[in-house]
């Protein structure tokens, strides 16, 4: 599956940013989709992922009650809306797709698009 990342840009602390994630192939419902980014100088973080029907979801501590994953089956699209940013939040955030959800949580799946970058303003 090909993932495009958008929506990223820059926003003072305590705002909101929703980032979408287009998906291109006929099994996207097959798939579990996440979130993981990457803060300037170090290494890539999972944010979060979601099941196949979007029954199910899963956040890292670090944005549990601020951020929110969902899905669009019908439109093979996948969201990410942010809430009360706050400026380590500043990465560039990447959408990505493994019918595994631990290789989503662990940052190994076999689809990664180019990342959209958030930049949040103290």
């Known amino acids: 599956v090909q993932l495009q990342a958008s929506g990223g840009g820059l926003v003072q602390a305590g705002g909101s940013l929703r980032l979408s994630c287009a998906a291109s192939?006929?099994?996207?419902?097959?798939?579990?989709m996440g979130w993981s980014r990457q803060a300037p100088g170090k290494g890539r973080e999972f944010v979060a992922a979601?099941?196949?029907?979007?029954?199910?979801?899963y956040y890292a501590d670090s944005v549990k009650g601020r951020f929110t994953i969902s899905r669009d089956n019908a439109n093979n699209m996948v969201y990410l809306q942010m809430n009360s940013l706050k400026s380590e939040d500043t990465a560039v955030y990447y959408c990505?797709?493994?019918?595994?959800?631990?290789?989503?949580?662990?940052?190994?799946?076999?689809?990664w698009g180019k990342g959209t970058q958030v930049t949040v303003s103290s």
């Open positions: 990505t797709a493994d019918p595994s959800l631990s290789d989503v949580i662990k940052m190994r799946s076999d689809s």
């Open positions: 192939g006929r099994t996207f419902s097959s798939y579990v």
């Open positions: 979601i099941s196949w029907s979007g029954g199910n979801t």
